[in-house]
């Protein structure tokens, strides 16, 4: 533990570049060398050192769980050493984590859940009806009626049927095909497998990789395992995050000078840029990707977040097949939704679904291999994802208890998207689009050029400098624009909107002082 | 599903390889293709196909769940559609899956998890304070004091700090840090990421992974993947499948001409042979590891599975201590376990961890990054890791049931074993060495040569003809040796001894009457 927050103290003026990537300065696991080897005549050089690793791993980066993070638990430490700083708790606004931040789990989900994994519940009173006939439809298509069985690689069948159901639902009657829905460990699963499957090629027929920019770090981290080329193409920040496919047709083809861009990511609701595309730009990218012959990656985790009265969710599938056939039987996409997001919040069981649609059948046979390989997801994140797509309907013993937690979740989220966004727009020096949906705001924030010389002076990007700051004057976590990307000379942070409401406020005034005294500081 | 059927009848006379390996017949995919696609005149080339795709995926291999696992599916359907068959059901013995066998959970277990899932039983008279125990201490440690939040990447604290007792328990008081400890989703997932961190180079500089043959073919498939150099070395089928250093070192030498060999993997006891390492054998691997500058990977997930009364467990970490600080000091170890395997057969949780010795500090910091980007285990998983680790003691309420449960598991497997190898070695043509420990029987069998023509013929390994056959008429689900590997001109299958004992002995006659009735047809 104080190794941990020797790394980050020395993290902040580094010497090389650390494990978290370019634009970090924390030299962590150096750090941690000087802390920890003792000279020993007798060790040897090791094996496996940062000269001898893979380098497609090296390059990988990942803010959101990056030195900003480490840093937190440090002090998080040091308050509990009863070390004195100037608030009580550090506020862990960087990752969507809702339950962390004290959400409480839709009470219905866990009883199914605890019948499942304790059968013997199902003779006891207290659990409702219907949570009792869920939990026996999972466990009688698990082996031996366990969740400590293995599903199939694919997925329970059962529960495969029941995301189709929901799915047709969903897309008002667009029919799914359970044989098209494969069961993941959380969405990020998925999409790596995905993506593992579809590079290829050296040189300058390289995989291209189109994904937004400001991106979810997955993405970027995935590429840069695979040894693929991410080709970025940029949100329009003054027009509300908005893609616009006049940005996809320039980085098209600019990356076609040296890759073979064979695949666009799309992450709708935004992650981190909060933006719901409208029908018609949905439209427009999925003609794109036809005429271009993209294979199309769809994150629509955040598809129960929208809060905007006036945006609404499209599945790109959807879309897709109301566009008529030369589309619906010739697009390829795979879509993703996830159990971590939404009104329930359950990142822990690490649960979550793909569809695929117009996948080579030889492909379909290629990616049950694959996942064979690591056997199945994990049941019980296969079972949370059973009760979000098949929740208690009206006239069922549970419904009215789900239907108000639900919407006590979504209404609150709603609430705080626009006391969020109207806060940071009432402070001098930032800016923040409307957020529409998912769970964050990224703010843009002005760094005086003073304070970006200071950074310099620390080897930080100056939004890590900016964030490492607001942590250590108010406890506030929040992830830097850099770890997601922006345009150049642009300033953002991701913050969450998951704090109860009125520890929301108290943040929001947090960092508005925290800005003021920023910009006065460095003026 | 019909189409999974057709699959499957017609990966018997394939035209071109299937996703499941060249050993194999079945082009699964290409067939659905035939079903599927209708004649659509507007259908365009698939972006994604066999020829676009990533090979390294293509390549792998993985027997455990191939074709003839989908077979099995297919006559599962037949039967349940009341077509008539020499058998009522099929025994699915291709697969270390406990619970899908009949085995019980562990109460205790159960009763921490659905604790730990639905708090609110901690109200509940009906559930011991032991359980209600530890199901407190593992929510305290989780965010929001809830399993649906994401842990620590590298596991929630105080888990691997449970692991760390148990380690330095187990191996009679040699320290474990809990540093030094990574929770994983399952084991499969903890030797995939090491064995990513370890790849790199191209070209004669291609790091070369040695595995055993026959090995758990996780092993191949993961350096398909990685595009890795596997580098085999043989198990001495003669001498109870022992390691031999001979064998390593002839192994490593030839490897040394067209790759750089930098790891070495060992399971045991061992999957699929059954052996258990003595002490002696393990010094000297650690030593050769040692010699030859070899990262070790020690596969220790049957650690609790180890029957024959003259055998017992040595963990590598134990024996690389005990032989002093030239070899702890310097020897790089990765070992593994998961909740899968042993007494408690928790398959479906993906619970695992992973202790690494004298990992570089640079190394762990990479470690932890690469494990960010897919953010946490299951923590379910992770809370059913530390029962196991942390299982009632002597003076607890539960400790008399769990102990009963455990022991009974683990003597009614240990019977098993001794029976499967008696049994075995009755019949004409096969040998069987004894089941020292896991939960295989890996028998030698003799093909004849009309036999291995008529194999020939269906453009299949002739293990795999053979294992079709036993399926087909008894309704027994084995793998074939060639998923594993074996010495050239050798045959072999692996079968669990996971069914209850009654059934196991008819599994085993009707495999000894298959044998019989096959060396007949084919002498």
Redesign the interface.
């Known amino acids: 533990m104080q190794?941990a927050a020797a790394?980050v103290r020395r993290g902040c003026c580094p010497r090389s570049p650390?494990?978290?990537g370019r634009s970090q300065s924390s030299a962590?696991?150096?750090a941690?060398?000087v802390?920890?080897?003792r000279p020993?005549r007798?060790?040897?050089e090791?094996?496996?050192?940062?000269e001898?690793?893979?380098?497609q791993?090296?390059a990988?980066?990942?803010a959101?769980?990056?030195p900003i993070v480490l840093k937190a638990g440090e002090i998080e430490l040091e308050l509990q050493r009863g070390i004195k700083k100037p608030f009580t708790e550090v506020i862990r606004a960087n990752?969507g984590?809702?339950?962390?931040?004290?959400?409480q789990?839709i009470t219905f989900l866990?009883?199914v859940?605890?019948l499942c994994?304790?059968p013997n519940?199902l003779d006891?009173p207290?659990f409702p009806e219907d949570a009792k006939k869920r939990a026996r439809r999972i466990l009688q298509a698990?082996?031996?009626n366990?969740?400590?069985?293995?599903?199939a690689?694919q997925g329970v069948n059962c529960i495969r049927e029941d995301v189709a159901a929901y799915i047709t639902r969903r897309d008002g009657g667009v029919p799914a095909d359970p044989?098209n829905i494969y069961l993941t460990?959380?969405a990020?699963?998925g999409i790596?497998t995905i993506l593992?499957?579809?590079?290829?090629g050296g040189g300058k027929s390289r995989t291209g990789v189109m994904i937004p920019i400001p991106q979810y770090?997955?993405y970027s981290?995935?590429i840069s395992?695979l040894d693929a080329i991410q080709v970025n193409y940029y949100l329009d920040e003054d027009n509300c995050w908005a893609l616009n496919v006049n940005e996809l047709r320039r980085a098209l083809q600019e990356a076609k000078d040296h890759c073979d861009p064979?695949v666009l990511c799309i992450i709708n609701p935004g992650n981190p840029t909060g933006q719901v595309q409208s029908r018609k730009c949905i439209e427009d990218v999925i003609h794109f990707a036809w005429e271009e012959?993209?294979?199309l990656l769809a994150d629509e985790v955040y598809q129960d977040n929208v809060y905007s009265p006036d945006c609404r969710f499209h599945s790109f599938k959807k879309v897709l097949y109301e566009m008529g056939?030369?589309y619906s039987?010739?697009v390829?996409l795979a879509s993703f939704h996830s159990t971590s997001k939404g009104y329930?919040?359950?990142?822990?069981?690490?649960g979550g679904y793909m569809e695929v649609i117009?996948?080579?059948?030889?492909?379909?046979?290629?990616l049950?291999?694959?996942l064979?390989?690591?056997?199945?997801?994990?049941?019980?994140?296969q079972a949370a994802m059973d009760i979000v797509v098949n929740p208690p309907v009206p006239g069922e013993e549970s419904f009215e208890q789900f239907h108000r937690e639900k919407e006590s979740v979504l209404g609150n989220l709603a609430k705080k998207a626009k006391l969020t966004e109207d806060l940071f727009n009432q402070v001098p020096g930032i800016h923040c689009n409307p957020l529409q949906g998912a769970m964050y705001a990224f703010p843009r924030i002005f760094i005086p050029s003073k304070a970006v010389e200071a950074a310099q002076a620390h080897k930080m990007a100056p939004d890590m400098f900016y964030c490492m700051k607001l942590l250590e004057e108010t406890g506030i976590c929040v992830v830097p624009g850099s770890g997601f990307g922006q345009r150049e000379g642009t300033y953002h942070f991701r913050m969450t909107i998951l704090p109860p409401v009125e520890k929301l406020k108290t943040v929001l005034q947090k960092v508005k002082d925290f800005h003021i005294k920023f910009l006065e500081k460095y003026a």
Chains 1, 2 share one sequence.
């Not at 090791?46 to 940062?50: K, S, V």
């Not at 117009?358 to 290629?366: A, R």
Request: glycine share 10%; with cysteine; aromatic share 6%.
């Open positions: 190794r790394l650390g494990p978290w962590a696991a150096e941690s060398a802390l920890k080897v020993e007798s060790r040897r090791r094996i496996l050192t940062l001898s690793m893979n380098p791993v090296k990988v980066e990942y959101v769980r990056g990752i984590d809702a339950q962390a931040m004290g959400q789990p866990r009883q859940m605890a994994t304790y519940l006891s207290s698990c082996g031996g366990s969740l400590g069985s293995y599903s690689s044989d460990t959380g990020s699963d790596s593992k499957i579809l590079v290829s770090p997955l981290a995935v395992e064979k012959k993209l294979f056939p030369e039987s010739n390829e329930m919040g359950e990142c822990g069981y690490r117009n996948l080579h059948p030889e492909i379909k046979g290629q049950v291999k694959l064979s390989v690591r056997l199945c997801p994990p049941v019980s994140g």
